[in-house]
């Protein structure tokens, strides 16, 4: 796991062979590619992108291996449409000025609109739909989840050989606005497409056979995922 800018990606190596699983803002492209290199690969070793989601934290370094190195990518079918901006599920300009009132806000959001830079119309074009509950032909073997809610295509992604769960922004343990320290949690609401949905979808994971969750916000945290599940519930309101 690797945190760019209060977000994170993950690194699965199988072999020679890499899968990368979401990719930061846009300007974390070159954390991301000396990520790689950190760890003796090349970015041309990454033969598979897993997108959890298209908000711009996790899609932002897609098109830099894409253009470079023709990286395919995949994500759940409806989050296609989301990646392809056939309609929109993100945090407002208006909601991201009213996070101002307090400092942390203030924080967050001039950290988030240095990340972004110029990319604030970032779309995909080619992507692939993933088959959920089915080993992927990926290195890692990544099983897709489906966990709508914090995007209506929201797709957490299980190693099974490893019992590591990638969990996205369906479950997090930390985030610059969290009014809950840290810890298992879900995302602020103003971030969620369906608040509710991101409720049932944390509670959809507690029978996975996973004792590692890599968030997309936070520490990763090792403890049976029942466990964290059940943390993470007594946090929600």
Known sequence: MVTGTNVNWAL???????TLVDAGYPRDAEAL????TAIGHRPGDVTAILLTHAHLDHMGGIPTMTQRWGTPVMTGAEETRHARRE??????PAEMLRQCT?????????????????QFRMALDDLAAVSPHTALDVPGGLVAVPTPGHTRGHTSYLMVSTGVLFSG?????GHPLSRVGTGPQKLPSVFNASDSGVTAAIRSLQNL???TLIPGHGDPLRAPIASIVEE???RTP
């Open 169 to 173: 922004d369906t479950l997090v343990t």
């Open 33 to 36: 590619l000396e990520s790689i």
């Open 87 to 92: 309609y929109l599920e993100q945090i407002t």
């Open 232 to 234: 993470a519930l007594q």
């Open 102 to 118: 307090r400092p942390a806000g203030v924080r967050w959001v001039t950290t988030t609109l240095r990340a972004v830079g110029s």
């Open 12 to 18: 699965v190596a199988d072999g020679c062979w890499l």
């Open 209 to 211: 056979a996973a004792d």
